[in-house]
C-alpha cells in the first residue's frame, strides 16, 4: 500500500502497516530548504517556459493519457457497466460520454485507490470522493458527480472502477509525470512529487512518527527500496542544492553553454530537449564520486569510472525519456532520438581541452557533497530510532549512489562489507569512508536489538530546541518506564560546513530533555569512546558542545 499526501491507513484493516513510503517522504521534505527549492522550481520553470502548467499538471495529464491510452479498454468496459445504472436514474448518455466522465473522475482522485467494500461509502472513502469533485475542471460536470455517486453506493461498478484507479495513477504519476516535471528531482519519488508542501517539513515529520507509534508500531519504514528511483545517499546530495539554488542556476546554464556543441537536432527539434538535459546534470552530479581526501576540489573521476557511468547515465536517461513519453516511449520508441541522447552522454563525460565541464561538476560535488552525507548520517538516525520497523535496502549501510533499476539491484559485495566491519575504526576524520556510515548504522542496530521493548512500544515526544539555529535541528525521545534514547539530528547544514567551527555556528541552540530525565547522565551511542559521555546542563543539551566530532546525537540513558 503506497499512501498518498495527507491520506492514512484505515485503523480498521487486518495489518500491521505499510511498506513505509509515506515516512520516506516525510524524512526527505526534512533536508529540502523550501525557499531553496521555490527558487529551483523558478528557475526550471523559466528555463523550460512554463508560463502556467506546474506538477498537478502533469500529474493530471500524465494520468488522463494513461486512461485514454493502454487503459482505454478498461473504461470502456466501466462504462459499460456504468449505463444501466444512468438509465435507471433517467440519463441516456452514450457509452463514449460515460467513459469520458469516468476518465475524469480518476484523473482528479487525489489517492491511488478508494476502498469502498460496501455501501455506504464510510467517511473516509466519502472524504476521498469529496475531495476528487473538488480537483475537477468542472466542478458541476455532471457525468463525473454521477460516477462519484455510483462509487458511493458500492456496486460491482465500483470494485472494477477501484481496481483501474490505482494502475492509473503507478502509469500516469509515479511513470509519467514524475520524469516530466523534474525541478528538483530528489522529491520525486513513489508516492510524494514536487507538489508537496515542503514547509513545516519538521512538524510533519514529528507528526507521522506520534501517529505511527500510537497506530502502526510494527509498520515498515523505508529510506530506500527495489523500486525507489534514486537511493536515500544521492537524494540527499541532490537535497543540498536547494541550499544554493542561485549556485546551482549559475552552474546549469554555464553547462549548457559548455555542451551545446553536443546537441543534435531530430525532426526538427533539439535532442536532448531542455527538460532531458537539466535531469542528465541532475543525475551526473547525485552518482558522481564523493569528494576524496586530500585530493583537489576540481579532481575529475578516472577513465575507468567515466566508461562506467556512461553506460548507467545512457541506460538510465533512455529510460526516463521513454517513462517521461514526450520524444521517446516504450511503446513508440524513437530511435534516432535516444542515439542522440547517448552520443550527448559519451560527449559531456570526454573530457576535452582543460575538461572545464567536468572539472565544474567536481568543484560543485565538493561543494555539496559534504552536506549530502551529513544529511544521509541524521537522515539514518532519524529513521533508525523512529516508530515502525526500519527496513535497511540491500548493501545501503555503505555509501550507495544509484538509480532506478537496474542500476539499484547490482550485486552487493558482502564480503567487502564484512571485511570493513572487521577492519580499524580510525575513520573519524573523512565522512565518506565506508565505514563511517557502516559505523553509524552497526551501533543503531544494535542499540534497538538491546531495547527492543522500547523502540517497539516506547513512546515518541518531539523534543523542544531553543537558539539561533533551532529550525536547524530534528530532536525527539522514545522512552518506556524509566528508560529513553534521545535522538539529535540536523539539517540544512551548508552554513555549518562552510562555517567550519561547530561551536560558532551552533551558538546557544540547545535541546530541552523531558523533565524526568533532565538530569539523567546518558551515553553517546554514535560517538568516540572519549566523547561519550554526556551531562546534560540545567536539563538541557547543549549542541556547540555535543556536536563537536559528528554532527548527530543518539543518547541511552
Known amino acids: 500500500k503506497i499512501l498518498s499526501q495527507g491520506e492514512r491507513l484505515p485503523t480498521t484493516w487486518p495489518v500491521q502497516g505499510t511498506t513505509g513510503y509515506e515516512f520516506m517522504n516525510d524524512i526527505e521534505d526534512v533536508f529540502v530548504d523550501p525557499n531553496g527549492f521555490r527558487e529551483i522550481e523558478t528557475h526550471y520553470r523559466a528555463m523550460r517556459r512554463l508560463v502556467d502548467s506546474r506538477f498537478a499538471d502533469a500529474a493530471r495529464g500524465g494520468k488522463r493519457a494513461v486512461l485514454e491510452g493502454p487503459l482505454r479498454a478498461d473504461v470502456v468496459r466501466l462504462a459499460r457497466r456504468l449505463a444501466p445504472l444512468a438509465r435507471e436514474a433517467g440519463q441516456h448518455w452514450t457509452n463514449d460520454e460515460l467513459a469520458t466522465g469516468i476518465t475524469d473522475f480518476i484523473v482528479a482522485l487525489p489517492v491511488y485507490r478508494t476502498y469502498v467494500a460496501q455501501a455506504p461509502a464510510n467517511d473516509i472513502d466519502r472524504a476521498v470522493i469529496d475531495r476528487a469533485l473538488t480537483k475537477l475542471a468542472d466542478p458541476k460536470e455532471p457525468i463525473a458527480n454521477f460516477v462519484a455517486e455510483a462509487v458511493r453506493q458500492s456496486s460491482e461498478f465500483t470494485r472494477k472502477l477501484q481496481q483501474v484507479s490505482g494502475p492509473a495513477t503507478a502509469k500516469g504519476v509515479e511513470d509519467t509525470a514524475l520524469y516530466q516535471y523534474v525541478p528538483l528531482v530528489s522529491v520525486n519519488e513513489v508516492g510524494g512529487g514536487p507538489d508537496r508542501p515542503i514547509p513545516h517539513s519538521v512538524e510533519r515529520f514529528h507528526a507521522g512518527n506520534i501517529h505511527r507509534a500510537a497506530r502502526w508500531p510494527l509498520s515498515l519504514t523505508a529510506t530506500n527500496t527495489h523500486d525507489t528511483k534514486r537511493s536515500a545517499d544521492l537524494r540527499a546530495r541532490l537535497d543540498a542544492l536547494s541550499e544554493i539554488p542561485a549556485e546551482w542556476d549559475r552552474s546549469v546554464h554555464r553547462w549548457r553553454r559548455l555542451n551545446a556543441k553536443?546537441?543534435?537536432?531530430?525532426?526538427?527539434?533539439?535532442?536532448?530537449?531542455?527538460?532531458?538535459?537539466?535531469?542528465?546534470?541532475?543525475?551526473?552530479?547525485?552518482?558522481?564520486?564523493?569528494?576524496?581526501?586530500?585530493?583537489?576540489?576540481?579532481?575529475?573521476?578516472?577513465?575507468?569510472?567515466?566508461?562506467?557511468?556512461?553506460?548507467?547515465?545512457?541506460?538510465?536517461?533512455?529510460?526516463?525519456?521513454?517513462?517521461?513519453?514526450?520524444?521517446?516511449?516504450?511503446?513508440?520508441?524513437?530511435?534516432?532520438?535516444?542515439?542522440?541522447?547517448?552520443?550527448?552522454?559519451?560527449?559531456?563525460?570526454?573530457?576535452?581541452?582543460?575538461?572545464?565541464?567536468?572539472?565544474?561538476?567536481?568543484?560543485?560535488?565538493?561543494?555539496?557533497?559534504?552536506?549530502?552525507?551529513?544529511?544521509?548520517?541524521?537522515?539514518?538516525?532519524?529513521?533508525?530510532?523512529?516508530?515502525?520497523?526500519?527496513?535497511?535496502?540491500?548493501?545501503?549501510?555503505?555509501?550507495?549512489?544509484?538509480?532506478?533499476?537496474?542500476?539499484?539491484?547490482?550485486?552487493?559485495?558482502?564480503?567487502?562489507?564484512?571485511?570493513?566491519?572487521?577492519?580499524?575504526?580510525?575513520?573519524?576524520?573523512?565522512?565518506?569512508?565506508?565505514?563511517?556510515?557502516?559505523?553509524?548504522?552497526?551501533?543503531?542496530?544494535?542499540l534497538r536489538h538491546d531495547r527492543a521493548e522500547l523502540f517497539m512500544q516506547g513512546s515518541y515526544s518531539p523534543l523542544l530546541v531553543h537558539g539561533a539555529r533551532a529550525d536547524h535541528v530534528v530532536a525527539f525521545a522514545r522512552t518506556l518506564g524509566d528508560r529513553c534514547v534521545i535522538t539529535i539530528a540536523p539539517r540544512l547544514v551548508g552554513e555549518w560546513i562552510a562555517a567550519g567551527r561547530p561551536d560558532t555556528w551552533w551558538g546557544d541552540t540547545a535541546v530541552v530533555l523531558p523533565l524526568e530525565f533532565a538530569d539523567t547522565h546518558l551515553r553517546s551511542v554514535l560517538s568516540p569512546a572519549a566523547e561519550q559521555d554526556v551531562v546534560p546542563s540545567s536539563g538541557k543539551l547543549e549542541l556547540a558542545a555535543l556536536l563537536r566530532t559528528i554532527p548527530v546525537a543518539v543518547l541511552a540513558d
Do not use: M
Open 262 to 446: 553536443h546537441r543534435q537536432t531530430i525532426d526538427g527539434r533539439l535532442a536532448p530537449d531542455t527538460n532531458s538535459e537539466y535531469l542528465i546534470y541532475q543525475t551526473l552530479v547525485g552518482i558522481w564520486p564523493p569528494p576524496r581526501t586530500g585530493r583537489r576540489a576540481d579532481d575529475i573521476p578516472d577513465r575507468g569510472w567515466r566508461l562506467a557511468a556512461r553506460e548507467r547515465l545512457v541506460q538510465y536517461v533512455i529510460k526516463a525519456s521513454r517513462e517521461a513519453k514526450i520524444r521517446t516511449s516504450w511503446t513508440e520508441p524513437n530511435l534516432q532520438y535516444e542515439e542522440a541522447l547517448g552520443k550527448f552522454v559519451a560527449a559531456i563525460l570526454e573530457p576535452g581541452e582543460d575538461a572545464p565541464f567536468l572539472v565544474d561538476v567536481s568543484r560543485l560535488v565538493s561543494r555539496i557533497g559534504g552536506i549530502g552525507a551529513w544529511s544521509s548520517i541524521a537522515r539514518i538516525a532519524l529513521h533508525l530510532t523512529s516508530p515502525g520497523t526500519p527496513d535497511t535496502y540491500q548493501g545501503d549501510e555503505c555509501w550507495t549512489f544509484t538509480l532506478v533499476d537496474p542500476d539499484n539491484r547490482r550485486p552487493i559485495d558482502y564480503l567487502r562489507r564484512a571485511e570493513l566491519l572487521q577492519s580499524p575504526r580510525d575513520f573519524w576524520a573523512d565522512p565518506f569512508d565506508h565505514r563511517f556510515k557502516q559505523h553509524i548504522v552497526n551501533q543503531l542496530l544494535t
